[in-house]
């Protein structure tokens, strides 16, 4: 099984085949909307290169024709400074990070998915007006469960916290062992004592808010 953005996949194939209707859905350079672009945005999250990809911000996200034969399509991210950038979907559902930090902080992030899961449920759950709608923490824009993302609150990013807790446990990231994930999407950590004391960490010091995931990912890095 796969979960992405909240949806459940039985196989890899079948994940993809929803992502290309995504990507055939809209004309060429037309920013993608609602729960496609949560869903997408969700997808990005898992690049290998993420921040890379990101750079300083992205003000959308966009479908492009390929450049060889104009008969395939790529995802792009529109940055808020004005450059484009391609990034492939293939590589978010494979995702292996040349760096040991950058596979160490994809693993952790994998580590407190369910954190967030259960956050985003219980916000919504105790806020959300008749429509089902909360209003995005950054921007005050409506937001409904499907189009939101949770995102955590300075100083207290995601990578502080990653790094923190690399230095208060003095771990040497080049030998900390990786496995394959039951789903088959990325790697998690071979040590679950290591999973669940990361966890235990994120829970105690994590701040999150509901957001939209264009406003999350026009903040600089996490």
Do not use: W
């Amino acid at each position: 099984m796969i979960e992405i953005d909240s949806k459940i996949f039985k196989t890899k194939k079948d994940t993809e085949d929803f992502i290309r209707t995504i990507l055939y859905k809209y004309p060429l350079n037309e920013p993608l909307i609602g729960e496609d672009l949560a869903f997408v945005s969700s997808l990005l999250e898992l690049h290998p290169d993420k921040d890379t990809k990101i750079g300083a911000g992205v003000s959308s996200i966009i479908t492009e024709a390929d450049s060889e034969f104009n008969k395939t399509r790529h995802f792009s991210i529109v940055r808020v400074d004005g450059t484009i950038v391609d990034f492939s979907f293939k590589k978010c559902l494979s995702p292996v990070p040349n760096e040991p930090i950058k596979l160490f902080r994809s693993c952790a992030r994998r580590a407190v998915a369910d954190q967030a899961l259960s956050f985003r449920d219980k916000f919504f759950l105790e806020n959300q007006n008749s429509d089902g709608n909360v209003a995005c923490a950054l921007t005050g824009v409506l937001i409904n469960k499907n189009n939101s993302h949770i995102d955590h609150i300075a100083p207290a990013t995601f990578d502080k916290i990653v790094l923190d807790f690399i230095a208060i446990n003095n771990i040497d990231v080049s030998k900390v062992k990786f496995i394959e994930s039951l789903n088959g999407i990325g790697r998690v950590f071979a040590d679950n004592n290591l999973k669940d004391t990361f966890s235990t960490y994120h829970k105690n010091v994590a701040m999150l808010q509901v957001v939209s995931p264009v406003a999350n990912l026009k903040q600089k890095k996490k």
